[in-house]
């Protein structure tokens, strides 16, 4: 009896440790990782599944071990356009409402950076200072297909989701 009982503990003491140790395994399967994220698209839906997408894989891989960037350029910039602010641009959606918000501080807490398009903001009479959500001028690069390959040729995996 004393052995069934020995070999139980010793099961449940290898689950346990299978357990707890199954979030570190992941990370460490991945190692470090750089990432750009591809975002054009004005869809509140499909923006805030890649929101999810983007959260899941910090989840994977560990915020510490992962340089993650999304760049927005033309109809993506409503992910950033506060709904009040749509009217002034030629955009035609604001999506930055509280919730996306909310979501787009958690990713940038965990180090996520967004990049926005020059050229977007002047075509569509977008103001980053007014019309974006927690933009700031260091966010802005001159053209968002070029930074995006500007970052592929840096080492950055490229992901539209």
Known sequence: MSDI?????????????IVISNPSMASERYGKQKVVYHINYDNPKTQAGALRNIQNHINAVGAEKLEL????????LSLLLE??????????FGN???TMQAKISGLKDQGVEFNVCANTLKGKK?????????VEKSNIVPSG?????HLQA?????IKP
């Open 5 to 17: 009982k020995s070999k139980l503990i010793w099961a449940l003491f290898m689950c346990l440790t």
């Open 69 to 76: 960037k999304i760049v927005l350029h033309g109809k993506g």
């Open 83 to 92: 709904p009040d602010a749509q009217k002034n641009t030629k955009l035609k």
């Open 96 to 98: 930055a409402t509280d």
């Open 126 to 134: 977008i103001s980053y200072e007014n019309d974006l959500y927690d």
């Open 145 to 149: 297909v070029a930074e995006l390959t």
């Open 154 to 158: 840096l080492g950055y995996t490229y």
